[in-house]
């Protein structure tokens, strides 16, 4: 089960920080993807099970970092610098296996288990 916190709304240019926690046991890759309001959903950022690799797409750089603590099976994603085209439904996602790249990463259908979303609202 996952359970991701730390959604809200902010003001542009603020940050948030969300969590996402997986009950129990830790897993291979952890992904955030979110999904804007008449969007598909889409690939923000991701982690593999031993931390040593990370990916994020382009619009998020610099911005967004992705980091976990194995301790306490979650993951988080540092959001600062929000912009209003930030705002949408985020999810946590995992998968049994550990990828080291991107080309994987990315991909919904590489994901094995999904949290319920928590909303992000960046106003102008």
């Known amino acids: 089960q996952l359970v991701e916190s730390g959604g809200g709304f902010v003001q542009a240019g603020g940050s948030l920080r969300l969590s996402c926690a997986a009950s129990?046991?830790?897993?291979?890759?952890y992904g955030w993807f979110r999904q804007a309001p008449g969007k598909e959903r889409e690939f923000v950022a991701a982690?593999?099970?031993?931390?040593?690799?990370?990916g994020y797409t382009d619009s998020v750089k610099g911005r967004f970092t992705i980091s976990r603590d194995n301790a306490k099976n979650t993951v988080y994603l540092q959001m600062n610098s929000l912009k209003p085209e930030d705002t949408a439904v985020y999810y946590c996602?995992?998968?049994?296996?550990?990828?080291?790249?991107?080309?994987?990463?990315?991909?919904?259908?590489?994901?094995?288990?999904w949290g319920q979303g928590t909303q992000v609202t960046v106003s102008s």
């Open positions: 129990g046991r830790t897993f291979g890759s």
């Open positions: 982690i593999n099970g031993r931390g040593a690799n990370t």
């Open positions: 996602a995992t998968s049994e296996a550990t990828y080291y790249s991107i080309s994987y990463y990315s991909r919904e259908d590489l994901y094995d288990y």
